[in-house]
């Protein structure tokens, strides 16, 4: 079964993960999540695919999205990162360097990965990995929980600049800025 680019504009799929201590949960419930009870409703969501604890520059991306976590709360937008990993893969990224203070799951399914439109990689050792993973994908999520903002890359090296990214969700926020991308004949 091959990817297919999801359009934007449209709703994210329900994805079941798992927490660190092995809960199933969705990686975005925009009715009851927990971690943000106390926000209010209009609040968007930064959606983090990593490839996992065998990358080091996935590791370094989230612990630099995590300096600027205070500065993306304060424009209401949240981030949850998930991997293919399992708890023990996560817990291990957490010992070594892992540094965040926004949620992270792991269990991420192969099929999900191709719902979301994700380029899918094969270790390239055992010593990498033990599962095919994602390569890394971002997705913005509005109010609404419709895709906003999509980006999908075919490997560790294309990520979106941080400090752009958040540019561009405060100027979004503050300006109504529109869903873009959804051209149609």
């Not at 075919?154 to 991308?181: K, M, T, V």
Request: with cysteine; aromatic share 8%; charged share 20%.
């Amino acid at each position: 079964m091959l990817a297919t680019k999801p359009e934007a504009g449209s709703q994210f799929p329900p994805i079941l993960v798992k927490t660190l201590d092995n809960r199933e949960t969705l990686l975005v419930d925009v009715n009851s999540d927990p971690a943000n009870s106390n926000k209010n409703a209009d609040w968007w969501k930064v959606v983090v695919v990593y490839r996992g604890q065998h990358c080091p520059i996935c590791t370094n991306f989230l612990n630099a999205l995590d300096s600027m976590y205070g500065r993306f709360q304060g424009i209401k937008v949240d981030i949850v990162a998930v991997s293919a990993d399992s708890a023990v893969q996560l817990q291990e990224n957490i010992d070594n360097d892992l540094q965040v203070s926004f949620p992270l799951f792991h269990s991420l399914q192969e099929a999900d990965m191709k719902t979301l439109g994700l380029y899918i990689s094969d270790p390239r050792s055992e010593a990498e990995t033990d599962h095919a993973f994602a390569e890394p994908g971002l997705f913005v999520l509005n109010e609404k929980n419709q895709m906003q903002l999509i980006d999908i890359a075919s490997g560790p090296f294309s990520r979106p600049n941080i400090d752009q990214l958040y540019e561009g969700l405060a100027y979004a926020r503050e300006n109504d800025y529109p869903i873009r991308g959804t051209h149609t004949n």
